[in-house]
């Protein structure tokens, strides 16, 4: 995580008379042309093909846009154009259209729309003119728009027999009381009731649907295009594409609430029947404290980096003088409600979605009838999450999701302003990290795990119900109801709109805490990790097997610009398949089903090895060229299904010594380097000779469970201490330079760094040698030394030594006689803790600490090269 500085921004909070925008794309009543590439081309239209919606891969592609070295905006003008070019809620295909060059069969027609054009066009004002489409590539782009855009789909899969049952298993303890039964109620009410909600264009679209066939071949999801029910994998070889509509007509086979009828779906070539049981909800994130609407979050954001309060009668004449003078909206409300003002950030979160729920649902029910919201659901996978199936059919205007986002975003919008105030270089993707994980928003008060303990304080009752009054007369004018409305009768919806989710968020909001998500269960402390990560694939091993746990175990190594680094190769020539990147999105960017396909087969291990080789000595030239004290661990990762004889020419009983020689040299010349093996579980045994211990080789089962088999490597590369060196050793291991070896290393508020320093780096004898530590502005630093244990910490009872000092000082560690050269004598390496202790209290995300190793031996004497560095010395290993 980069640096956060300290600067001032005055925002104000004002009442504001708010212009027409104009041009913003995503506001007409069309799929804009930058989006159209996400609809047309079936790899990006099909979630299947697209970056998996989880928090981290939002986060590494806004990052990517803030690095554009093109691009240098702030983070509310980063915020507006993620909103303005991605987003466009509501989008939904139409029945009985096929696609062809000149038409696109998709609209945005869903009830989500009226108010996303609200909020974009006079609440968050703004465009994405100038936003660096180009900094991402087009999956990216298309994942972005899907991932921040909320809709609904409720056409029939199919799979809805096993989905469904599923779901409801999941979500019998969790949903709310519904409203009262069908049963007893008038034949008017019942009517009513069998519509999903108030929205025109939902009771047009299913009344349109009645009598509709599919032709034979219609859209559907084969081996190869969609599988939610199996182990999260989702992968299959064939294409999953037909070229018909897929709709058509069916007889009435729902029962209660879900009775619909008509034909609303795609299915295998007859057309599917009904709406389905468990539609796909849109626009949703997977968080590891609940699903969130991304979309709302960000908004919410953006709203709070540029606060406008703005009377409800200012923004109705907005809309009159957009339509040329013309009041072409409903009738004016009475002026008491004209008077009510609009904060921005309410109508981008919470007040927006209860605005719909009570404009959709409110009018629909019967005397006594209760407002319905929070729908649960469930993802087709943990490990790669792409589709969000919700465990209802009916009032789905406020699902799980959208409470979360708004609340989330809500709160982050009520703080940043503060935040902005203290620290003005914070960026999006700093935000995000940091609430969306155990540490919190500079200390742990503000953070998604605590988000139903901050509902009170941040959206109190009384505000609730005003906000959400307002804006609900905003929206009225902009939706187009099947019913006219008055303002006593908005206002009675409104307040039992926000009644509801005020008793829903404490008793039915049922998050994990904030630890029990940890790959460690309730692990109080985060173990920060860097690496240098090198796999090498057998693509052998099928790309519906391998891909999902090499994906989920990159998803757990902090690849980003600020920490982890990765490549993917080929296990039996070497050649990239993913090249190196700090942006965990470019391996579905580079890896997908076709790319597997065409890569060679098998696995070279002599090839491998001659390739982490060379990799190794490019790494210690860059280290020396650029005066790198290292920072990262380095390890290598084979993965392979092979066994003893499928290891490539240079495997096997004759010549294994070759491949033992090339270990070796690794071992003497890297000796930062970890290899480990990801097998099979068949064939762990074909690796044992060439791990260095048992832990390096890790088994895989092909019929697991992805995130159970890979957690195992995950914590093993977690454990490996990232790496200080004396880069003026380079390649080769003599130098006749010397001087001061220093970095600067990032550590956050409750986490802890671990670092190795080899006695490689200390060859022969001698006195005088210090690591000095300075630490942090702020807060206290708790530094841990061994020479015995990898990872000193204070529950060590033995062999360790500890030091707290206050931030903004320096501490010295003696390095006394690290290495002697002696024949065979084994010598331990030194392994430094850093944990900046915790922590309401610092305000800060990540604290710098400056390291500086010095000591005659280690900075090396002119002319006395060869006893400076010591590539022959016998490093201990852990």
């Known amino acids: 995580m980069a640096k956060l500085s300290y600067a001032v921004v005055l925002l104000v909070l004002s009442v504001l008379s708010v212009p027409t925008i104009r041009g913003q794309q995503n506001a007409q009543f069309r799929v804009p042309s930058s989006l159209v590439e996400c609809y047309r081309n079936y790899n990006y239209l099909y979630a299947y093909n697209r970056v998996p919606s989880t928090i981290g891969n939002l986060i590494s592609m806004i990052q990517k846009v803030e690095n554009d070295p093109n691009y240098s905006q702030d983070m509310r003008q980063i915020a507006i154009g993620l909103i303005q070019v991605f987003r466009q809620d509501g989008v939904e295909r139409a029945p009985n259209v096929m696609a062809t060059d000149t038409v696109l069969p998709y609209g945005p027609t869903g009830f989500q729309f009226p108010k996303f054009r609200v909020l974009i066009s006079k609440l968050i004002p703004g465009n994405g003119y100038q936003f660096p489409n180009s900094s991402l590539s087009a999956l990216e782009r298309c994942s972005l728009h899907f991932m ?161 309060t703005i009377q409800v009668g200012t923004l109705l004449q907005t809309f009159k003088r957009a339509n040329t003078g013309r009041w072409t909206g409903k009738p004016l409300q009475q002026q008491q409600q004209i008077n009510l003002n609009v904060d921005n950030r309410w109508a981008a979160t919470l007040a927006g979605e209860l605005s719909e729920v009570a404009l959709l649902q409110g009018p629909m029910l019967t005397a006594g009838g209760q407002i319905s919201l929070g729908a649960s659901g469930a993802w087709n996978s943990t490990a790669l999450p792409r589709y ?139 173990w920060n990790t860097a690496s240098d990560l090198y796999i090498f694939v057998d693509t052998t091993w099928q790309f519906q097997e391998i891909n999902p746990i090499i994906m989920y175990f990159l998803q757990n190594m902090n690849v980003s610009p600020y920490a982890s680094r990765m490549t993917v190769m080929n296990a039996m020539n070497g050649a990239p398949i993913v090249p190196t990147s700090q942006y965990i999105t470019d391996a579905y960017v580079y890896w997908n089903w076709t790319t597997h396909q065409q890569q060679p087969r098998g696995l070279n291990l002599a090839n491998v090895l001659m390739t982490i080789g060379n990799i190794t000595q490019n790494l210690q030239r860059a280290a020396q060229s650029n005066a790198t004290s290292g920072g990262r661990s380095l390890v290598a990762l084979v993965a392979s299904q092979a066994s003893g004889t499928q290891m490539g020419p240079n495997i096997n009983q004759a010549s294994a010594s070759y491949t033992y020689q090339q270990l070796q040299y690794l071992r003497t010349n890297a000796p930062d380097l970890k290899i480990l093996f990801l097998s099979a579980a068949g064939t762990v045994t074909t690796f044992s000779n060439y791990a260095q211990s048992a832990k390096d080789v890790v088994g895989a089962s092909t019929a697991g469970n992805v995130v159970s088999q890979t957690i195992p490597l995950i914590l093993r590369v977690r454990d490996i201490p990232m790496a200080l060196i004396n880069y003026r050793c380079g390649p080769f291991w003599t130098t006749d330079q010397y001087g001061n070896a220093q970095m600067y290393q990032y550590v956050a508020p409750g986490s802890i760094n671990f670092y190795r320093l080899l006695a490689n780096y200390f060859f022969g004898g001698g006195s005088d040698r210090y690591i000095s530590i300075q630490g942090p502005a702020a807060g206290t630093i708790t530094v841990c030394s061994s020479r015995y244990i990898e990872h000193p910490t204070t529950n060590a009872t033995y062999g360790f030594k500890q030091r707290n000092f206050p931030g903004d000082s320096t501490s010295h560690f003696e390095l006394t006689n690290p290495s002697r050269i002696v024949h065979n004598e084994t010598t331990l390496p030194i392994s430094l803790a850093f944990v900046l202790d915790d922590l309401n209290g610092p305000r800060f995300a990540n604290a710098a600490i400056r390291l500086l190793v010095t000591g005659e031996d280690f900075l090396g004497t002119p002319g006395l090269s060869m006893d400076i560095c010591g590539s022959n010395a016998s490093v201990k290993k852990f």
């Open 388 to 526: 969000y199936f919700l465990s209802q059919n009916t009032r789905l205007e406020m699902t799980d999701p959208e409470i979360r986002g708004g609340l989330d975003g809500l709160i982050l919008a009520s703080n940043i302003t503060n935040w902005k105030n203290e620290y003005s270089s914070m960026k999006l993707s700093q935000l995000l990290d940091m609430y969306y994980s155990t540490r919190g928003v500079f200390g742990r008060g503000v953070r998604a795990c605590d988000r139903r303990g901050q509902f009170a304080s941040v959206a109190p009752l009384q505000t609730m119900i005003a906000q959400t009054t307002a804006f609900s007369n905003v929206l009225d004018q902009e939706m187009q109801l099947r019913v006219t409305l008055d303002s006593a009768a908005i206002s009675t919806f409104s307040t039992n709109a926000a009644n509801a989710l005020a008793g829903y968020v404490p008793q039915y909001l049922n998050d994990v805490s904030c630890y029990s998500s940890n790959l460690v269960p309730n692990e109080q402390v985060t």
């Open 148 to 308: 921040l855009s909320n809709t609904i789909d409720r056409r029939v899969r199919n799979d809805e027999s096993t989905v469904c049952n599923q779901l409801s298993q999941y979500s019998a303890a969790m949903r709310v009381p519904r409203a009262a039964s069908d049963n007893g109620k008038s034949a008017a009410s019942q009517a009513a009731s069998q519509y999903d909600n108030n929205f025109l264009a939902d009771v047009e679209l299913l009344e349109n649907l009645k009598g509709d066939k599919s032709p034979s071949g219609g859209l559907q999801f084969s081996a190869g295009g969609y599988y939610p029910n199996g182990n999260g994998n989702g992968y299959g070889t064939g294409n999953g594409y037909g070229n018909g509509n897929g709709y058509g007509s069916g007889t009435n086979t729902g029962s209660g609430s879900s009775g619909f009828g008509t034909g609303y779906g795609y299915g295998t070539g007859q057309g599917g029947q009904g709406i389905s049981q468990c539609p796909i909800e849109g626009g949703v994130m997977w968080t590891p404290w609940g699903s969130v609407s991304a979309g709302t979050v960000i908004a919410g954001i953006a709203a709070g980096l540029q606060p406008q």
